[in-house]
């Protein structure tokens, strides 16, 4: 179902992937942008949350993970969640690179999601999140973005 009378030619599945793409991008680049206003690249800023993690968190083999790799190597950690999510949240916003940033979302939010747990509530976007990446990895970004336009380019 295409409308013709504004000039551009708008699809059902192109705005749905365009939404989908703001809405995820819009909330990454804000959690970014926020972790990097109060101080998550100077270090120590990340792990009492950690800490808060390592004491709910129900997996086990997630709790080692933590304990043994996140925790002692938190600056680098604290480094690359709040750039990861600023630079993701950017590219799913302009729809660029957009299949490799879903795949870099999905990976974030499911460490997310390991660290609350499955039946946590706080976890609820999360799982939202990842099912809306997933339809971004697989279909791109649709009609509208820098991948779009590079498509039609060509």
């Known amino acids: 179902m295409r409308d013709i009378k504004s000039g551009l030619a708008i699809s059902l599945p192109g705005l749905a992937l365009l939404l989908a793409r703001f809405y995820v991008g819009y909330w990454l680049l804000m959690t970014g942008?926020?972790?990097?206003?109060h101080g998550f690249l100077s270090g120590g800023a990340l792990l009492p949350q950690l800490q808060r993690f390592l004491a709910g968190t129900p997996h086990e083999w997630y709790r080692a993970w933590l304990t043994n790799v996140v925790i002692p190597h938190e600056h680098l950690f604290a480094?690359?969640?709040?750039v990861g999510e600023t630079l993701v949240g950017a590219a799913l916003i302009l729809g660029a690179l957009t299949r490799l940033s879903a795949a870099a979302g999905i990976f974030m939010v499911s460490n997310y999601l390991f660290a609350k747990g499955w039946p946590n509530p706080a976890a609820s976007h999360d799982k939202d999140f990842i099912v809306l990446l997933l339809v971004l990895f697989i279909a791109g970004a649709g009609e509208w973005g820098i991948d779009g336009w590079r498509r039609r380019k060509r």
């Open 33 to 37: 942008v926020g972790k990097l206003q």
């Open 79 to 82: 480094i690359l969640t709040s």
